[in-house]
């Protein structure tokens, strides 16, 4: 009986370090992925985002963080010299990262987003 809980015991562990590796693994990814979308916002001409434009929309699966929420509307108004109306929009269906939007582009480094672009989407989350 000591044996079978020993055992037990070794395979709960093991399942808490793998969530845990995965969870730590994902927030990384996630962060990687919105430094990336960021750099190719910075990386826009003025001319791609447009006089007329008044809103940036910005969507992540969970509450933007607000570091990431000042540093787009830094560059926002670096590019157009006149500050942006940034929309936050939550949409799990994203998987993490980010999509940054606007009338005349949308930069998407969604985790749903790449997986998609590689052809994998379907394969892992029958989406």
Do not use: C, W
């Amino acid at each position: 009986m000591g044996f079978i809980i020993f055992i037990l015991a070794i395979f709960i562990l093991q399942i808490i370090v793998i969530g845990t590796i995965i969870f730590v693994l994902k927030r990384r990814l996630d962060r990687q992925l919105i430094e990336l979308a960021i750099q190719k916002f910075e990386r826009l001409n003025a001319e791609d985002i447009g006089p007329e434009e008044k809103d940036l929309v910005v969507i992540t699966a969970k509450k933007i963080e607000e570091g990431v929420r000042h540093r787009l509307i830094e560059v926002s108004f670096k590019k157009v010299h006149r500050a942006l109306n940034l929309i936050a929009q939550e949409d799990r269906s994203t998987k993490g990262g980010i999509i940054i939007k606007m009338k005349n582009f949308s930069i998407d480094y969604s985790l749903a987003g790449r997986l998609r672009e590689s052809g994998l989407m379907g394969k892992i989350f029958h989406g």
